[in-house]
């Protein structure tokens, strides 16, 4: 499975991102397979940020759940990730990973976004 995030690197505060999974190698609907969002600051851990199954169901963090919605389109074999009223703490590393569970055994290279004025 290889997994390709894109989105724009700068964004304003206050603003949405909206960030793109792309998928290939295998079905965004394999069962039992998890699709999920997870970011790491500059000089931080990693922080999962929720993810979304081969049913469609989706589950988040409880500190991101109101800014934070994940959604997929099966026929691009895409993953998206939208998170509204951004911050400058926001700035990160955002990855998507993939497997069985939450296992992730399968990870994009990433896409620095910053939020900045």
């Known amino acids: 499975v290889q997994l390709q995030e894109s989105g724009p690197g700068l964004v304003k505060p206050s603003q949405t991102l909206s960030l793109t999974c792309t998928v290939s190698g295998d079905s965004i609907t394999t069962t039992n397979y998890y699709w999920s969002w997870i970011r790491q600051p500059p000089g931080k851990g990693l922080e999962w940020m929720g993810a979304?199954?081969?049913?469609?169901?989706?589950y988040y963090s409880p500190s991101l759940k109101s800014r934070t919605t994940i959604s997929r389109d099966n026929a691009k074999s895409t993953v998206y990730l939208q998170m509204n009223s951004l911050k400058p703490e926001d700035t990160a590393v955002y990855y998507c990973?993939?497997?069985?569970?939450?296992?992730?055994?399968?990870w994009g290279k990433g896409t620095l976004v910053t939020v900045s004025s």
């Open positions: 990973a993939a497997g069985p569970s939450y296992s992730m055994d399968y």
């Open positions: 979304i199954d081969y049913s469609g169901s989706t």
